[in-house]
Each structure stands twice: as C-alpha cells, then as structure tokens.
C-alpha cells in the first residue's frame, strides 16, 4: 500500500486591507506553483478568502489605527496571536507568510522560526523611515524577506536577512494609461468639467479626525471653483453611514458618493485630495496630481514626529526621494491649506504633466508581475523544507 505524502500547509496572517490585497495576489500566484490540494489557512481579508484561503480569524479583528486605540484592543490581539502559535506550534506548516501587520507577525514569526518552521515576511516595514531598530528584529524572526520597493534589499542584505524585490502588485493590476473618460462613464460622472477624488480614509477614527476638514475644504473649494464636482468612494456601508453626518451638513457639495470603487473614483478625478497612506501610492500609479493629508492623535503624532527619518510621510515623495506632491499634515491641516493645495494640483497644467513622467517611470519600476515572483520564493522555501526538487 502506498501512502499519499500530506498536502503542503502554507499559514498565513494579513491585518490591513493593504495586506489582504498583497496576500490574495500571492495566493494567486501559489495557486499555479505549488500543488492544487496545498492548503492556506490563518488570518486574513475577503480577496484572500475569495482566493481560496480558510481564515480562523477575520483580518477585522487585527485592524486597529493609532496607539490609544491599540491598547485598547491589546488584550483580544495578543490572545488571537498565542491562540495561533499554540496551533501552529501543535501543527506545523510548511512555511508561515506574514504579510505587513509587523507588530504582530514578527513577534509570532520568532517563535515559529525557533521552532524550526520557515517564516517569510511579504513586506519590508518602513525601516527606511522610522524606527529602524526593527531591523534587528527582522534578523531574528524572518528567514526571508519579499520587498515590494527596490531601494529595501540592500538595507535588508546589510544586516544579514535574506531579501527579494518582487515589485508591487498594484503597479501589475494597474494600466500605464488610466482611461479617465471610460471612469467617468462607469460611475455616471459627466466626461468633461473638473473632478476631484476626496479619500478620507476607512476608519471611524480617521473620519472623525479628518472628515469634517476635508468636506469643509471641499466647500471652500466649490466656491472658488463652482464647475468643480467631487467623487467620494466609501468601502462599505458602515463607512457610507459614517460619511452621512457630514454629507448632511454640507447640502451644497456636487458630490457622488461611491460603493467601493475607489480606484474608479480616483481614475475618474482630475486631482486627487488624499489620506496618507497605501492609497497615494494607487493615485501616483494612475498619475494623478494629488494633496496628501492626516491627523492622527497628538500622542501618536508626537511619537512618528520623534522616531522618524525622512522629511516625507506619502509613498510617492518617498519613492522620489524628494517632494513631488504637498504634503499637508497635522494642525497646518486646515481646510483653508487642503483647498488652496488642492486647487492648485487641479490648475497647474505644466506641474500635471511633470508628475505624469515621474509616476510613469515610478510605474515601471515597480510593475515585477509580483504574484509569480513572490509565489516563486515561497514556493522554493516550501519545497525546501519538503524535500521536494
């Protein structure tokens, strides 16, 4: 009799949405590279369960924003992450991919690796920007690192930790020419005339932090500009609900609020006025001009502000090395600033043109086919321990 090897197990944990969408393109490209009945199973979001991931855990319960709000949802994180380890400690897989969510993979990822369980990390963490002390604990939780920007494996290699650039999904998903005329058609936007993209954010507490100075600035806006027309994508309808106070208490915005769509809102927009965050990065790829803008508690800004590196917060200004787009932050983040920015981005034909060749070039950069080249690593670290060729 014969006895059928067990299938492969690739654990994995994503905690953003960010890291749901790095982590279903990865699953994507596992699909074709290792063995159809691999089994993927652990944390993660709705484009890694719609790839065929088993999750135990929603990624809901990892997504937290800011230090006070962290410590409040302490206690619920940390016994999910030892409720895991038991697990995984009890079952091993062959490999474990944490994607992002750095204070809560690494910590898990160290006990595995201890334990003689292969752990890659899909994203370097920002080390390049703030607190780089992580890079130590890097050293010692991951075996091999996948970087999606290509200035992080040297840094990486510097210290002892294996590293491959494998670009950046969102720069595969999306064209080098955004088709703006056939977005504004899609969300029944009029083809000419100026538009502007607001992306807040998609948390309550970044809702109630910035909303009311966006939709004000919003205002300020319509009224230098009346032609000007406004699109707003919300993910979901908790966060459309959220919105609502402040679409009520601005009855005059020409505003269209969008279910989801947000890169079809933003391929639609002219300019674009932005939360920081992963989301600069989508609008630089769709060569917009944009504003980039936060508020964040004082507590949590007044840490980043003395544990960081560079002069620039927004992906695209850290990619350039240089401010390519303004950057509006904290208290100077009023809506008189954000309007009068924005307004600009919207009217300097020459600036529009110059971003388009920097993001042009940024594009290609980062466009790897990231699916195949980081299914490629993962695959190799799982056969690795397999014994398999």
């Known amino acids: 009799m014969t006895l059928q090897p067990s299938p492969l197990r690739v654990a994995m944990v994503a905690g953003e949405p960010s890291g749901d969408l790095l982590a279903a393109s990865l699953l994507d490209g596992l699909g074709s590279r290792l063995p159809a009945a691999t089994q993927y199973y652990g944390i993660g979001g709705p484009r890694m369960i719609a790839a065929g991931f088993d999750a135990h855990w929603p990624m809901e319960k990892l997504t937290v924003r800011g230090y006070v ?29 944490g994607v992002d969510a750095p204070d809560f993979n690494f910590g898990l990822e160290h006990a595995l690796r201890d334990a003689g369980i292969p752990t890659v990390h899909f994203v370097c963490p920002s080390i390049w920007a703030w607190r780089g002390g992580r890079i130590k604990k890097i050293a010692k939780a991951v075996d091999h690192m996948l970087c999606v920007f290509p200035f992080e494996t040297a840094l990486l290699e510097k210290a002892g930790v294996a590293a491959s650039y494998v670009g950046h999904p969102l720069a595969d998903q999306i064209p080098l020419e955004p088709d703006t005329l056939g977005a504004r058609r899609a969300l029944g936007l009029a083809e000419s005339g100026p538009v502007i993209a607001v992306l807040p954010g998609s948390r309550r507490s970044e809702i109630d932090l910035i909303g009311p100075t966006f939709f004000a600035a919003m205002e300020m806006m319509q009224h230098q500009e009346p032609s000007v027309r406004f699109v707003m994508p919300a993910a979901t ?131 790897q086919n990231t699916a195949q080249r980081a299914a490629e690593v993962v695959a190799s670290v799982v056969e690795q321990r397999a014994g398999r060729p």
């Open 69 to 97: 709000e962290a410590l409040r949802h302490i206690p619920e994180i940390l016994g999910i992450r030892n409720e895991l380890k038991r697990q995984l400690l009890a079952e091993p897989p062959s490999v474990f991919v």
């Open 237 to 367: 309808p908790a966060l459309r609900a959220l919105l609502q106070p402040l679409v009520d208490a601005h009855p005059g915005l020409v505003l269209t609020i969008t279910e989801g769509q947000s890169q079809l809102a933003m391929t639609a927009a002219d300019a674009i006025l932005v939360k920081s965050g992963t989301v600069t990065l989508e609008a630089a790829l769709l060569k917009k001009p944009m504003v980039i803008s936060y508020k964040v508690p004082w507590l949590t800004g007044q840490i980043m502000r003395r544990q960081g590196y560079l002069p620039y917060v927004g992906l695209p200004n850290i990619l350039a090395g240089r401010f390519v787009v303004p950057e509006i932050l904290q208290h100077f983040a009023t809506p008189q600033a954000l309007a009068e920015a924005t307004l600009k981005q919207l009217r300097d034909e020459a600036n529009r043109r110059t971003l388009k060749e920097i993001f042009t070039e940024m594009h290609h950069v980062l466009k």
